[in-house]
């Protein structure tokens, strides 16, 4: 998590190298790292694909992808040309074992010190067993840290196949070998919620079932699923988002203060609130799980197609687009206490937040005023497209006589730290770089959390959804997940980078 560029030589294997990931995330990434000095001075990449590249065509099909996509823009022709100087291109496929036995054998004697070689599967996940059986062929690479490996999301479908993952994972290396990539946890805000929480003395007396009432947490995207219709329908909003993002978002804000920032403390703490959320029999699943599909309209003045009509849906598709939950954690801190979840596409804009209602005041001294007016008081923690804090409290309005108006108090990281934030894919690149996976998910993690979903899921599949399309492009969700707070006597707060501007 720390910033140091101490990073010793590395060899980064990149296996689906000529895919939309390696193009949009991690090459851009480490073209950053470069231009910043985070990568030792010793490197390699090599690429891995299916796809017939020369390594001159590889290179060019990567600049492609960091002149779209990264943070910096169009690349100097210089600069580019002394990173990509460390690039090379191998055509293979994946279950041939002679390509395993060159990459185990590339460290070479033009090495200074003996690299640390970091196998990348940024292929689609069910090549997944295939590239991991290959690697376990070589018995040497188990228990040995130079060597890594690192997944991308979803780690499973559901808690079977997670510990089928996971076996398969721990059959070949460590868990301390091991990086369950999810990019949520490379932002500098989610990561500012440990340092805001943590580094402060006022909120912890106040971080509790005591003072506050719920908490709700929002990911929502303005996109619908594009070209990614074939995964999206083995996936859905619950297994794409809620089972990683939203529910690390959880822990964060529920954990308990870490003794230090030691990886396997952070990692214990947050696999204790995974334990200590209820679980939902399937039974109650319709009192506490939402789902709901995105059907055909206008968008920002754009028509754009129902879910059903997208390319690679079926027709009837039961698939959920979007996904609300209500989870109670039955620990001390939190008892009582309803977490809100929703995610879904096609929703009104492209935002994530995390809103701490606080419980009202017990007495309103105001009896002359309007008291029905007055909200308790709000933490919002913006996440994207805004990064920052904000803290909504009363305050008197200028002039005679007492009238209380609702303030904010504020700031923005870009305003602060006059800085842009690095991508999340350069935090986590650095940390895998140097050997730091506190940020990462630990297999019993993974396991916690799908223990959590699996009872939905399986509600969910074995039950078509007869509404479906049930919400507009535009809306924040089928009506169902109105009613889901509404039963509550409490209702979804609107985001506060959507609010007009206050005067």
């Keep these: 998590m720390g910033r140091e560029r101490n990073v010793d030589p590395v060899i980064i294997v990149i296996f689906g190298a000529s895919g939309d990931l390696t193009a949009r995330k991690v090459l851009p990434a480490l073209y950053n790292l470069f231009l910043d000095d985070f990568l030792p001075s010793q490197y390699a990449i090599l690429g891995v694909s299916r796809t017939g590249f020369s390594d001159e065509a590889f290179r060019d099909h990567l600049r492609s992808g960091v002149e779209k996509y990264s943070r910096r823009g169009m690349p100097n022709d210089e600069q580019w040309n002394e990173f990509a100087g460390n690039i090379r291109y191998m055509q293979a496929e994946y279950d041939d074992p002679a390509l395993y ?71 070949a290396f460590e868990e301390r070998q091991i990086y369950r990539i999810d990019h949520y946890l490379g932002k500098e805000t989610v990561q500012n919620i440990l340092a805001f929480r943590f580094g402060n003395a006022v909120w912890e007396p106040i971080w509790n079932r005591n003072f506050i009432d719920h908490i709700q947490i929002t990911v929502a995207e303005q996109i619908g699923i594009g070209r990614r219709g074939g995964y999206y329908e083995t996936a859905g909003a619950l297994r794409d988002m809620m089972q990683n993002h939203l529910m690390q978002l959880l822990c964060f804000m529920a954990m308990e203060p870490p003794t230090s920032f030691h990886a396997d403390e952070i990692r214990n703490k947050k696999v204790d609130v995974m334990h200590a959320i209820r679980l939902i029999s399937q039974e109650e699943v319709p009192r506490y799980a939402v789902r709901g599909q995105y059907g055909e309209g206008v968008l920002d003045g754009k028509r754009v197609p129902s879910y059903r009509m997208e390319v690679g849906v079926r027709a009837a598709s039961n698939t959920e687009t979007f996904a609300a939950l209500k989870l109670f954690i039955d620990n001390w801190r939190w008892q009582g206490v309803p977490f809100y979840l929703r995610t879904g596409k096609r929703m009104p804009a492209r935002v994530s937040e995390i809103s701490l209602q606080f419980r009202p005041v017990p007495h309103h001294p105001f009896s002359h005023l309007n008291t029905q007016l007055f909200q308790p008081n709000r933490l919002v923690i913006q996440i994207e497209p805004n990064e920052g804090i904000v803290l909504r409290t009363q305050a008197k309005e200028p002039g005679l006589g007492m009238k209380l108006k609702q303030v904010d108090m504020h700031y923005s990281y870009r305003e602060v730290f006059h800085t842009e934030s690095p991508d999340a894919y350069e935090t986590l690149l650095v940390d895998i770089m140097r050997n730091d996976p506190a940020l990462f998910m630990r297999a019993d993690q993974v396991e916690a ?37 509404a039963q509550d006597r409490r209702t979804w707060l609107s985001p506060v980078c959507l609010e007009p501007k206050r005067g």
Aim: aromatic share 12%.
């Design 101 to 171: 036995h060159k990459l185990i054998g590339l460290p070479d004697e033009t090495w200074s010190t003996p690299p640390n070689i970091i196998f990348y599967l940024a292929t689609p996940p069910n090549l997944f067993p295939l590239i991991i059986n290959q690697l376990g062929q070589f018995s040497n690479l188990r228990g040995d840290v130079r060597y890594r490996i690192v997944i991308e999301k979803p780690f499973g479908r559901d808690l079977l196949s997670a510990r089928k993952l996971n076996n398969q994972l721990t059959q």
């Design 449 to 485: 959390a799908w223990a959590v979903l699996t009872p939905i899921l399986e509600v969910w599949q074995n039950n078509q959804e007869l509404n479906f399309p049930n919400y507009q492009p535009g809306q924040w969700g089928p009506p169902e997940a109105e009613h889901l707070i």
